[in-house]
């Protein structure tokens, strides 16, 4: 999935610009996919909660591959607008396979085995850029990337399709379950082994009628709305924001401030993936030696994060960007593992698809922001989007240390999802 997603993204800014479109511009049609996944992550997520994980996996798939067929095809800024628009409604198919993993683990479990899922994730990273770098420099370069990552979509198609989901055990023992008193623990672990069976298997859910499949998800979604996780989602928005413009545009401000070919930026993106994927496996470690207090870990993360933005908008020469990349692989995968945590805590067990799906219509908010203030901040420097990402990581910080206090850690209210 990322291996071919990432021979794509960091080409994006260049193909726009390519097709004759300014800073501005290419802000403008960068921010069509973040505004499509911020309607379509919470009800892809509740979907999946309602017709099961294998169904949504599948058709989330198979409609991300047609949209980078048609990104393959685009000769036009019109062309590449409609390209996006498959995958900015069903490219979530990382979301969905989290919120499968949610439901197979217990909540101690349920950071190691975030942080390993992140590690191979990131894995995708290391040469996907290279490719994609390589492949650009000749000609037609982009739209065979895209016809690549396509191909690899319809291959994971076929992976989940083959994967014996008839098999899968859930073990609702050891799922942990925030609850009041003993009445209503013994109802919501009723109503999650439901869901958990409904979600895990390939069972005829997906085949329910339409009218209750939305009226399903539209019921989780209220339950959401009402909660008071505010916090939690204010700052995943805030870091989410400053992080992509620390990467908005990368390989055009190191062209741009050092001469850097785009193959060569393609090697430091897949120097600092291979990072980000072996921090992964540091998640467990690191737990243990905060005794599992991922608010404290987010707090630290984000500071570290905040830190290396602002010593990569100042960085004198190429050696200062490679220690920068270093580390913010390193927090950035430690921070995610930490927000997303805190989410299923908060939230409760019962509809991981949704919360998870909520998160992520959250970042696509930023999705549709941080290209504009990217764009905007081009046109007076290329260091303009990594100073603005410090200002919104500094809010973040101080969200979490005084909207955040210790006791927010343990406090748990479960969704009658």
Same mark, same amino acid.
Request: aromatic share 8%.
């Given at each position: ?7 794509i993204?960091?080409?994006l ?6 097709l ?6 290419a802000?403008i049609v960068?921010?069509?996919?973040g505004i499509?996944q ?13 017709v099961g994980?294998?169904?949504?996996l599948?058709t989330?798939i198979l409609?991300?591959?047609l949209?980078?067929?048609l990104l393959?095809?685009s000769?036009?800024i ?11 409604i ?7 396979c989290?919120?499968l ?6 909540e101690?479990e349920?950071p190691?085995?975030?942080?390993h /899922?992140?590690?191979a994730s990131s894995v995708? +990273?290391?040469l996907? =850029?290279v %490719?994609? $770098? &390589? !492949?650009?420099?000749?000609?037609g ?5 895209s016809f690549?990552?396509s191909?690899i ?7 989940v399709?083959m994967?014996p989901?008839n ?9 942990t379950?925030?609850s009041?008193d003993?009445?209503?623990s013994?109802r ?6 439901n869901?958990l ?16 499949q ?7 979604i209220?339950?959401?709305s ?11 928005l ?5 992080i ?5 545009n /990368?390989?055009?401000?190191?062209e741009?401030? +050092?001469?850097l070919? =785009?193959? %060569?930026? $393609? &090697? !430091? ?5 291979t ?10 470690p690191?737990?243990?030696l905060?005794n599992?207090d991922?608010?404290?870990?987010l ?5 570290l994060t905040?830190?290396?933005i602002f010593l990569?908008?100042t960085a004198?020469n ?16 430690i921070?995610?593992?930490?927000i997303?945590d ?11 698809g949704t ?12 999705r549709v922001?941080a ?7 081009q046109?007076?420097s290329?260091?303009g ?6 200002g ?7 969200l979490?240390i ?8 343990v406090?748990k209210?479960?969704?009658n999802?």
């Amino acid at each position: 999935d990322l291996f071919g997603v990432s021979m794509i993204v960091p080409l994006l800014s260049h193909h726009v610009k390519s097709l004759g479109a300014s800073p501005t511009l290419a802000g403008i049609v960068g921010s069509t996919y973040g505004i499509l996944q911020l309607f379509s992550s919470t009800l892809v997520g509740s979907w999946s909660d309602v017709v099961g994980r294998r169904y949504s996996l599948l058709t989330c798939i198979l409609m991300s591959a047609l949209g980078y067929i048609l990104l393959g095809l685009s000769t036009s800024i019109v062309l590449f607008i409609v390209a996006r628009i498959p995958v900015g409604i069903f490219k979530h198919s990382l979301s969905i396979c989290r919120a499968l993993l949610s439901d197979l683990v217990s909540e101690t479990e349920r950071p190691v085995v975030m942080g390993h /899922f992140n590690a191979a994730s990131s894995v995708g +990273f290391i040469l996907g =850029p290279v %490719v994609g $770098g &390589y !492949l650009t420099e000749h000609e037609g370069g982009f739209y065979t990337s895209s016809f690549v990552c396509s191909a690899i979509f319809v291959l994971n198609a076929g992976l989940v399709w083959m994967l014996p989901w008839n098999d899968s055990l859930i073990k609702l023992e050891q799922t942990t379950i925030p609850s009041i008193d003993s009445s209503k623990s013994a109802r919501q672990k009723y109503m999650v082994s439901n869901h958990l069976k409904e979600a895990t298997t390939s069972g005829e859910s997906h085949l329910r009628p339409v009218w209750k499949q939305v009226s399903s998800v539209l019921r989780k979604i209220s339950a959401l709305s009402s909660s008071d996780m505010w916090d939690v989602f204010l700052v995943r928005l805030l870091m989410a924001i400053a992080i992509m413009l620390y990467y908005s545009n /990368f390989s055009l401000a190191l062209e741009e401030r +050092f001469s850097l070919k =785009p193959k %060569v930026t $393609g &090697y !430091l993106i897949s120097y600092s993936s291979t990072l980000g994927a072996l921090a992964g496996f540091l998640v467990g470690p690191v737990t243990k030696l905060y005794n599992n207090d991922m608010l404290s870990m987010l707090l630290h993360s984000s500071i570290l994060t905040c830190s290396l933005i602002f010593l990569y908008a100042t960085a004198p020469n190429v050696w200062q960007i490679l220690l920068c990349s270093t580390f913010f692989a390193i927090s950035t995968t430690i921070g995610r593992t930490c927000i997303t945590d805190l989410e299923l805590s908060r939230g409760g067990a019962q509809a991981s698809g949704t919360l998870i799906g909520a998160g992520q219509s959250v970042t696509a908010v930023g999705r549709v922001v941080a290209p504009l203030l990217s764009g905007f901040a081009q046109e007076f420097s290329p260091c303009g989007p990594p100073s603005l990402g410090v200002g919104l990581a500094l809010a973040a910080i101080l969200l979490l240390i005084f909207k955040m206090p210790p006791d927010a850690r343990v406090k748990k209210k479960s969704l009658n999802l």
